[in-house]
């Protein structure tokens, strides 16, 4: 007859962190595009118009006579 003084038993939320990692472990494809889009998207306002010239610098390397030398094109079937 102390139903007054029985308290309802209910767990206390602490499992040691792992349903943190778990969630985490689930969404990480999603963490890391979100990642990859706030870090390129302060990259462009950063660089901003000069972001071209790094392009450029990078094509130009590309394209230079040493490295075509050094590049084979794949073989025709």
Same mark, same amino acid.
């Given at each position: 007859?102390?139903? *007054?003084?029985?308290?309802? /038993? %209910?767990?206390?939320?602490?499992?040691?962190?792992? =349903?943190? !990692?778990?969630?985490?472990? *689930?969404?990480?494809?999603? /963490? %890391?595009?979100?990642?990859?889009?706030?870090?390129? =998207?302060? !990259?462009?306002?950063?660089?901003?118009?000069?972001?071209?010239?790094?392009?450029?610098?990078?094509?130009?390397?590309?394209?230079?006579?040493?490295?075509?030398?050094?590049?084979?094109?794949?073989a025709?079937?």
């Open positions: 007859m102390n139903i *007054a003084l029985q308290r309802h /038993i %209910t767990p206390d939320g602490n499992d040691g962190g792992r =349903f943190r !990692l778990s969630w985490v472990r *689930a969404h990480l494809s999603q /963490i %890391t595009e979100f990642f990859w889009f706030c870090l390129s =998207f302060i !990259l462009f306002l950063l660089m901003g118009p000069f972001s071209a010239v790094v392009v450029l610098i990078g094509l130009g390397s590309l394209a230079s006579e040493e490295k075509r030398e050094r590049m084979r094109e794949p025709r079937l």
